[in-house]
């Protein structure tokens, strides 16, 4: 029996964005020429060399550290037979993000379109949440701090984009953003269910960790999102939207 089947889910996800303000790429960012026929090559590497950057943040282009990443706000609503509940998650702290290692980074540069293949190990999520509704029918209320880990991430990311004419220059910006993940070792801990009742909250859990997978699989949508407004934060509004795409792919 598949108890997944109807699944309704809405989410938001709110994050904090700044104006950057850059015409060029920064000087410590690698080039890629677009006509190099190790273009690949040389985007993967570059994925190497701007990760320090990435961890930290680079404020002039407007984006934000992804070590630790921090999420203001997800709003969860999932209506499954297996679960139906509302949630509030507040201060998100992901850690791990900046120990993604690319295998692929494509561009097909007639068609303006990227694929690209990561993985991540060991990612951390904690915060503050707050719940209401059943899981596996049984039901769940509560609010305190949560716990999770994914132990290993296979990530795709497609981007397709497409020129716009600025200031008499040509720049790119994305008419499609897709992400995909496959998790491996889920885990959830969350305190506070039932205003503290232990036994009710150890129940939880474990009910919570027997049915993870399935668990995760119903939450993808979310955990792809968030990983797509990454992508889009770091390629379109830091890059994209700023550099001429003259200047992001030089001729030669
Ligand atoms: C975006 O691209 C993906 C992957 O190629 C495709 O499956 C999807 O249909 C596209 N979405 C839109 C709105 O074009
Ligand atoms: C990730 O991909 C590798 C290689 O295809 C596979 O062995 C592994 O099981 C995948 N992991 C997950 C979590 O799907």
């Known amino acids: 029996m598949h108890l997944f089947s109807k699944s309704i889910l809405i989410f938001s996800v709110f994050f904090t964005i700044s104006e950057a303000v850059i015409h060029d790429l920064p000087s410590y960012f690698p080039r890629c020429k677009r006509y190099d026929p190790k273009l690949s090559e040389c985007l993967l590497k570059a994925t190497e ?4 950057y990435l961890i930290k943040g680079v404020p002039e282009l407007g984006v934000p550290a992804i070590e630790p990443y921090v999420i203001p706000e997800i709003t969860l609503e999932q209506g499954t037979q297996a679960l139906n509940f509302k949630a509030l998650l507040k201060n998100v ?3 791990g993000l900046g120990s993604y290692k690319f295998s692929q980074f494509d561009f097909d540069v007639p068609n303006l379109q990227w694929f690209c293949k990561a ?8 915060g503050d949440y707050t719940v209401t509704g059943k899981i596996l029918l049984a039901p ?8 999770a880990g994914i132990a290993n991430s296979n ?6 984009v497409e020129y716009v004419k600025k200031r008499g220059k040509d720049y790119v910006r994305p008419v499609n ?9 889920p885990k959830v801990h969350l ?5 503290g009742n232990e036994e009710l909250n150890r129940v939880t859990n474990t009910v919570i960790n027997d049915n993870v997978n399935e668990l995760f699989e119903d939450l993808k949508p979310v955990i792809q999102q968030i990983i797509t407004n990454i992508v889009e934060q770091w390629l379109f509004r830091a890059l994209e939207d700023n550099v001429p795409f ?3 792919y030089p001729v030669d």
């Open 140 to 147: 769940i209320e509560g609010k305190g701090k949560f716990v």
């Open 155 to 160: 990530i795709t990311a497609y981007q397709k």
């Open 177 to 185: 953003t897709t992400t995909t993940i496959e998790v491996g070792g």
């Open 93 to 95: 702290v992901v850690k």
């Open 49 to 52: 060399t701007v990760k320090p």
């Open 246 to 248: 003259d200047k992001l």
């Open 119 to 126: 993985t991540i190990d060991n990612m951390d999520l904690t």
């Open 191 to 195: 305190d506070g269910l039932f205003d």
